[in-house]
Structure formats: C-alpha cells, structure tokens
C-alpha cells in the first residue's frame, strides 16, 4: 500500500516542524508539502497534489478558511482544520466552509495522525465494497457506489467525502432513523464525543445540494429527538 500524501499549513513554524518530523517517521504516511500561509499551501496543493490536507485557520495572506473555499473548488479530499479558538462557532463556520473535521490547539500530535488515518480510510474505502453496477435510487435522488457519484434529477452534485460517507449510510437505511452518535461512529468510525455541531453541520450541508428546497427536505429527514433518516419515496 502506497503511503499518504499529507500537506499541512500553519504560521507557527515549530507546529509545522514538529508535525511534519511525526509524518515524516510515520511508515503510513508521506509529507508531500509544508506551508505557513494561505496562498503557499494552495500551491502546494496543486503542485503535489496531496491525499489530505492539514490547515491553520489564522494565517496571514489567506486564511485558512478562505483556502478551504479554494480547494473545494476542484478538489474533495478530507480536510482538517487547526486552530487555537475552542468556541463551537468557530468549529461550526470551519466545517460551513468545506472542512472534514477540526481539531483544537493544543492537542497531542498523535491524535492528528490518527485523524488522518481515519478520515483517509473512509475517503478511499467509499464504495470499495459495492458490487458492480450498485446504484442506489430514492425518487430523483440517485448515488453511485462505483463511481462514488451522488445526482439529483439525473445532475451531478458535488459532495466531499464525509458528505458522501453520511448520505450513503442514510440511503443505504433508507426509512430508518440514525441517531446522531450512530452517524458519527459509522461515518467517522470513531468513538462519539460531543458530534451535535459537527453532525448537525455536514447534514445541513448535504440538504442545500440534494434538496431544491432544504428548509423543507424532500430526502433527508429530521426526527425530533431521535437523529436523521433518509425518507423511502
């Protein structure tokens, strides 16, 4: 198996050093590109074209939110945002702007690494496990497990991997209820703690691209209470 290709961008050199010298030991993974502002880890990104990608929110010429925006315009790989901020909001307006996942400084640098593994895991096993040719559809909504392509009235609609990863398992259960810490353990596959925000936020998200009016889903349900489901038409 071939080794990750990690980027990781940050203004505080140590971090990035520090980071980069535990990729770098690790047999799994590969740094491919080290950055400290917004604008060189864009470049990076296109240049070496990494398999996940590590970004500071505060950084000077670009920020990294304004860089996640940037890739998620060609690119769906998971994406791990850092920053020193801890309030929920800012959680919840880095996973608005296209983030996989968030993590809050300071934090064990193992704890990364194993972010990345996981989130990698699920980018590339999407799908892995499908027959050929199995195609889900619910009325006008329709995702290929080959192809790993989600289309809504026979158009394609861009989902990052986590998305994708959340629909699947509602659409594979359609009619059924998952709770949130059901969604996160299945899709994050990883022990719960504290998901509302980061659930609640990927959910919205999935609405505004499959649904023509997401105030009033026609696919993804809510359950008051209980968690989401995706309703059998």
Known sequence: MEALKVAIADDNEKMVEVLGQIIEEDKDLELVGKAHNGEESCNIIREKEPDVVVLDIIMPKMD????????????????????????????????????????????????????????????????SIAEKG?????????????????????????????????????????????????????????????PENTVSVHIRRIREKIEINPKEPKYLKVVWGIGYKIEKI
């Open 64 to 127: 990294g939110l304004k860089a996640v925006v940037k890739i998620r315009e060609t690119l769906n790989i998971p994406i791990i945002m850092l920053s020193a901020k801890s309030e929920d909001t800012d959680k919840i307006i880095g996973l608005n702007f296209g983030a996989d996942d968030y993590i809050t400084k300071p934090f064990n640098p193992l704890e990364l690494i194993a972010r990345v593994k996981s989130h990698m895991r699920r980018y590339t096993a999407l799908g």
């Open 134 to 194: 199995s195609t889900i559809k619910i009325g006008d909504l329709e995702l290929d497990k080959d192809s790993k392509e989600v289309r809504v009235n026979g158009e394609p609609v861009k989902l990052t991997a986590t998305e994708y990863g959340i629909l699947q398992l509602l659409m594979e259960n359609a009619g059924k209820v998952f709770s949130i810490d059901e969604i996160y353990e299945k899709v994050w596959n990883e022990l719960s703690f504290a």
